[in-house]
């Protein structure tokens, strides 16, 4: 099945810095979003993005997916922005979706 | 926006106990689907559903079962709980073959 790796694992910044976290994925896609799960556990969608760019606030994403990465930019973090960040693909003939192992972000104030 | 409600926000139950999991959706989505977190181990499938009285297993189904008799409810069914299935368990929805995916708020399950 397909592989989706994402990167780095953890990152930890301080309040106001950007960051950009990274996707990549084995196989084409027909589908991948970007959620973020809150210290609560709930997991947020934030896009809907196979491909292209797409921009919400201080978020934005971009999928390539004719090289089979996507990318997450935070700008000016803040400290709601702490939790973990997944990914996840549908690619082939199926609907479920794979998911990575997502990234653990900590934004200190 | 797609709203997926799930009943409990925590429980705690007793080693042994019936469980059920209530997940609803309120978009007519087709898929649904309860899958497990647990820490080092991410997002795992139990059971999904792609109609009302379908379904089918997932990567983990042993000690669960399921039920959708109306398209709006999947219920989770845990027949005797035991301690193992501590957890948190997330419910999601989706529309068509690749629509994009709802989660509920999550129930953490403590099985004591």
């Known amino acids: 099945g397909i592989q989706v790796e994402q990167s780095p694992p953890d990152l930890i910044l301080q309040e106001g810095a950007n960051s950009t976290l990274r996707c990549n994925f084995s196989d084409s896609v027909n589908n991948l979003q970007w959620f973020h799960q809150n210290p609560w556990g709930q997991l947020i969608n934030l896009f809907y993005i196979p491909s292209g760019t797409k921009q919400n606030g201080r978020l934005s994403a971009t999928t390539v997916a004719t090289e089979r990465y996507s990318l997450l930019y935070i700008s000016s973090s803040q400290t709601t922005d702490s939790g973990v960040y997944f990914c996840?693909?549908?690619?082939?003939?199926?609907?479920?979706?794979?998911f990575g192992r997502g990234t653990s972000l900590i934004v200190h104030p | 926006d797609v709203k997926v409600t799930q009943s409990s926000r925590y429980l705690v139950k007793r080693t042994g106990e019936k469980v059920f999991l209530e997940c609803v959706q309120d978009?007519?989505?087709?898929?649904m689907f309860w899958y497990r977190q647990d820490p080092g181990l991410g997002l795992r499938l139990i059971y999904f559903s792609y109609d009302v009285k379908m379904k089918e297993k997932g990567d983990i189904p042993e000690g669960y079962s399921v039920s959708r008799e109306k398209k709006e409810r999947f219920s989770l069914i845990l027949e005797s709980a035991s301690t193992n299935q501590t957890s948190m368990y997330l419910c999601?929805?989706?529309?068509?073959?690749?629509?994009?995916?709802?989660f509920g708020s999550g129930t953490r399950l403590t099985v004591v």
């Open positions: 978009m007519d989505h087709e898929n």
């Open positions: 999601a929805s989706s529309f068509g073959g690749y629509g994009g995916y709802t």
């Open positions: 996840a693909v549908i690619s082939g003939g199926s609907y479920i979706p794979t």
